[in-house]
């Protein structure tokens, strides 16, 4: 059997200019979502147990060419390996991209694949929606994209991470999402790669989403992947923020999305917005309902600013602040070195006695 390609040399090294990882990389990615790719490039297919059949790899009716959905990563018994039984060419998904589109450069096979990649999938048998456009990079449409492209974070790698920051009492936290082969972009130009990451929803007072927060994390999930910048924010952030239960008339305001889920472990109930750095913190928005304002505060240069500029913010329209003080460096840092018990007591003493009864107290199960 020969292999059908027209790739320049050996495009097991070829680096893309807009991504510039691996085909190999690429292809492997592709192969996890075999079925979704199948749906799209092969559409004149069929499923038939773990194949999918189709004419050729140029889409035709049939039933002389199958594709591998499941099987490991390399091999020939590979997911997103093919065979056509009557030439006998054979290849990867990236093949199938390029043989059903008509592609000829291979720099165009890579960036549809890249752009298939970054586009939301639903269930098999279901439509999927596809774009025709690419958003502006870093713009609210670019984040609201990267949201829908994600999923629940129950059994991923976001909730090992969480909980291995200490973070176990999961209840309402529709505002995060994990995306399993998140881009990352360095500062200095170098190759972009892929990481797990967790995804979290910037939204305004009304609900819609304005921004995404992106968490890189290591491929095993206990902490952040080994990049320069591990956190990177996308949208407009600028009066927004990450909401964890609904605006009511007491709520808790900080910078970090870990800081703010350490102390809904001890105020379980109490709704809570971070707002992902000390700058933004000091801005953002007072929901109407909120008379009561508790500021979770960094112990920093920059924590101590924001919490004097939102304070005075505050108070100027009738809202009432209380500092919110760690023992270390914030929250989470507090809860992972202390635990919940030295986390409740600690704050036990910062908040009024009208909200001691209402807030803290042991809290649910996890519950996503």
Not at 126 to 149: D, V
Not at 235 to 252: D, I, K, Q, T
Request: charged residues 25%.
């Amino acid at each position: 059997m020969r292999r059908r390609s027209s790739r320049i040399g050996d495009c097991d090294t070829y680096i893309g200019v807009v991504m510039r990882s691996s085909a190999t990389e690429l292809a492997h990615h592709l192969a996890r979502e075999a079925e979704a790719v199948c749906r799209k490039y092969l559409s004149n297919g069929r499923r038939v147990g773990r194949y999918w059949i189709v004419g050729d790899v140029r889409n035709a009716p049939g039933r002389s060419m199958y594709v591998r959905l499941f099987g490991p990563e390399g091999g020939q018994r590979a997911a997103g390996k093919w065979t056509d039984g009557a030439t006998g060419e054979h290849g990867d998904l990236l093949d199938v991209i390029r043989e059903s589109l008509g592609l000829i450069d291979f720099r165009d096979v890579t960036d549809e694949a890249r752009r298939f990649l970054s586009l939301p999938r639903s269930e098999p048998d279901l439509q999927f929606t596809f774009y025709t456009t690419p958003a502006p990079t870093g713009s609210p449409e670019a984040a609201r994209r990267l949201i829908a492209a994600s999923q629940p974070i129950r059994g991923t790698l976001v909730e090992t991470y969480l909980r291995h920051r200490c973070i176990d009492d999961l209840h309402d936290v529709r505002a995060l999402c994990f995306h399993p082969c998140c881009y990352y972009r360095p500062e200095d130009d170098g190759p972009t790669q892929i990481w797990p990451a967790m995804i979290a929803r910037v939204t305004d007072l009304r609900g819609q989403i304005t921004g995404a927060h992106r968490t890189w994390l290591d491929r095993n999930g206990v902490g952040k992947a080994p990049v320069e910048t591990q956190r990177k924010a996308m949208g407009s952030l600028l009066g927004h923020a990450v909401r964890f239960g609904p605006s009511a008339e007491v709520m808790v305001a900080g910078e970090g999305i870990e800081t703010m889920l350490s102390l809904r472990m001890a105020l379980t109930g109490m709704p809570m917005m971070a707002a992902l750095s000390a700058g933004h913190l000091s801005a953002i928005l007072f929901p109407d309902p909120l008379r009561r304002l508790y500021i979770a505060r960094d112990i920093d240069l920059a924590g101590n600013g924001a919490m004097a500029t939102l304070t005075a913010r505050a108070t100027a329209v009738g809202i009432e602040t209380i500092p919110l003080s760690p023992r270390l460096g914030d929250f989470n840092e507090d809860l992972v070195a202390f635990g919940l018990d030295d986390l409740r007591a600690r704050v036990c003493v910062q908040v009024t006695p009208q909200d001691i009864g209402r807030f803290l107290r042991a809290g649910p199960p996890g519950r996503l």
